[in-house]
């Protein structure tokens, strides 16, 4: 039995585009922080606010 199989080595990466993975997690992490500290003032002022 001979059956016509190609093995495609994974580590080609034949599609991925050209990117920097590290700057992709410093961009995501700078821009998760700084939503995150406006949401944080924003609430405190409400917080001064209502209270």
Known sequence: MDTNV???DP???INEEPRN???DLVVG???MFA???VIFFAMVIIKF???
């Open 6 to 8: 190609r093995a495609v």
């Open 11 to 13: 580590r080609e990466h």
């Open 21 to 23: 993975d590290f700057s």
């Open 29 to 31: 992490f700078t821009g």
């Open 35 to 37: 939503f995150m500290f």
């Open 49 to 51: 606010i209502a209270g």
